[in-house]
């Protein structure tokens, strides 16, 4: 694509990365086979294609962004399934990243708008905050008929039914390893996965202390920034990840670290590109050293090779959450670590669309999300699996809202098969 950004505009970081992405795109449209916002809008400025054009005048032009653009770039999922598509190598997720703080900064929205968003950003990043919403949420459920607004409707409709109690694991500590120590590892407990089910850090934590991991909850860690990054609210997302930076340098400088272990994917897909976040400050070097010791949970488990053997013979349909998919390219290890465990593992049609959740999206954008998740949900429940598997907490939220089939974390299983207990989301035996 050819571009015509002066050479002012191209002394900006953001707009000379923009300049080189866009310069990939070659106008193909593959991306908008495997677009879930084209597929169900069927509106050309709905796909990566069209986003890219609307991308490009805005930034081009220098002016702020419009109503127009900001309506179909609020759309996208980033589930990135763009990316693994394309045959050029567009880096989609870096240019849409920047589009949204170009419009956060130059795009004054609606006043219902600005409040929702603002109390999104507030609240979600903060365990406490987030758990007091979501009591708040519950008590409002009886009067959900008569709000204004679907995405309240959707933010009360989200709360569930029960809040487990707080785990004490997420709480700055170190949990040693059994056995002789094999490594050393930084476990991100992360946030509103903390308050929407703490027994996923739990499973966590006792499958690699079993298989000889010192695992090391840092002091000062915890929101990744990732859904304030998505909103466009870059100081914010900045801030959240420079004291994750922070904490794990300093544990790396005190103990060592051979890996930092992150068991919700969309979490994982932000710290792994901490390093171009911080490409031009001051802290360069810790973030490309923080993210390149990042891995998915299951990509560590896969060097650890656990010996685990199925409690119970069951059929699991594995869902791959578009952030391990698309953004980190982890495709086999989950599979295969349940397989090896003796699950029957099964995979629903188009593996590759998104339910829908993406972040805040299943909040901002309900009426989309909620023909995803349908879409999701019938194509899972065609496999007539006992249970569903996910390695992300927004998904295993938003498919569980849709279905009767208990959904459980993957390394959930895992643990349950090297000896933990059974996850409680499938019932007493």
């Known amino acids: ?37 084209y597929q169900v809008l069927g509106d050309e400025l709905d796909s990566p ?22 309506t179909h770039i609020d759309r996208c999922l980033s589930c990135l399934a763009c990316m693994t598509t394309c045959p050029s190598g567009v880096h989609y997720m870096h240019l849409v990243d920047h589009a949204r703080a170009h419009i956060e900064k130059t ?35 009886p009067f959900a008929r008569v709000l204004p607004d679907a995405r309240l409707k959707a933010m009360v409709a989200m709360a569930p039914e029960r809040l487990p109690p707080a785990s004490r694991n997420d709480a700055p500590q170190v949990f040693p390893a059994q056995g002789a120590r094999r490594l050393r590892v930084a476990l991100l407990t992360g946030c509103a996965q903390r308050v929407l089910d703490p027994a996923i850090n739990e499973a966590t934590i006792r499958l690699l202390t079993r298989l000889g991991c010192e695992v090391v909850v840092a002091e000062g860690a915890g ?7 998505h909103m ?3 100081a914010e997302a900045h801030r959240s990840a420079a004291a994750n930076i922070r904490a794990w340098t300093q544990e790396k400088r005190r103990g060592g ?3 930092i272990v992150i068991n919700t994917s969309g979490c994982g897909t932000t710290v792994k590109d901490y390093g171009h976040m911080f490409r ?3 802290m360069a070097a810790e973030a490309a050293e923080v993210a390149g010791l990042a891995c998915d949970v299951t990509e560590l488990l896969a060097r650890l090779a656990p010996e685990a053997r199925a409690p119970e013979p069951l059929r699991v349909a594995y869902h791959a959450a578009c952030s391990l998919r698309h953004g980190q390219k982890v495709t086999e290890a989950p599979k295969a670590l349940l397989k090896a465990a003796g699950f029957a593992v099964v995979e629903p049609a188009d593996a590759h669309l998104c339910c829908g959740s993406a972040g805040t999206y299943n909040l901002l954008q309900p009426e989309i999300s909620g023909e995803l998740k349908r879409r999701k949900v019938a194509t899972l429940e065609a496999r007539a699996p006992d249970v569903i598997a996910a390695g992300n907490i927004g998904c295993m939220v938003q498919i569980g809202s849709g279905t009767g089939i208990p959904v459980v974390h993957t390394v959930e299983l895992l643990d349950w098969a090297t000896g933990g207990p059974r996850p409680r989301a499938l019932g007493p035996v």
């Open 107 to 141: 795009y004054r929205r609606p006043w219902r708008d600005r409040v929702l968003r603002w109390l999104l950003a507030r609240v979600i990043p903060h365990p406490r905050r987030f758990r007091l919403a979501l009591l708040g949420a519950r008590m409002a459920r």
């Open 223 to 229: 929101c990744c920034g990732a859904l304030t990054h």
């Open 257 to 259: 670290l051979d890996a």
């Open 280 to 282: 031009t400050t001051g």
């Open 1 to 37: 694509m050819q571009t015509h950004f002066t050479e002012a505009q191209l002394r900006d970081p953001g707009i000379a990365r923009a300049n080189q992405i866009l310069r990939a795109c070659v106008h193909c449209g593959f991306c908008t086979a495997t677009c879930p916002t």
């Open 49 to 70: 294609r069209g986003r890219i054009y609307l991308i490009k005048e805005m930034l081009e032009s220098g002016r702020a962004a419009d109503e127009k653009t900001v």
């Open 232 to 234: 466009g609210r870059e």
